[in-house]
């Protein structure tokens, strides 16, 4: 169990869009912590995709 933490900071999953559009099976998430006052949308980064082995785009899911 992870502990609440006060302020603005929330855990966020990051999931890869081009490999849930290709139709492959398995995921690729990354978990990280974003800071609600300074990124009121939603986070979209670059991360490496294992599976496609290449960088690609993750966005933000809740």
């Known amino acids: 169990m992870s ?3 006060k302020g ?3 855990q966020v999953i990051l ?3 081009e490999h849930k ?3 492959m099976p398995g995921t ?3 978990v990280t ?3 609600r006052k300074n990124t009121p949308g939603r986070m979209e980064l670059k ?3 294992p599976i ?3 960088m690609t785009v993750h966005k933000e899911i809740r």
Do not use: A, D, I, W
């Open 33 to 35: 912590m974003k800071n």
């Open 47 to 49: 991360k490496y995709n």
């Open 3 to 5: 502990k609440k933490l």
């Open 21 to 23: 559009e290709s139709g």
């Open 8 to 10: 603005n900071r929330v």
């Open 52 to 54: 496609l082995k290449r």
């Open 28 to 30: 690729s998430r990354y």
């Open 15 to 17: 999931e890869c869009t």
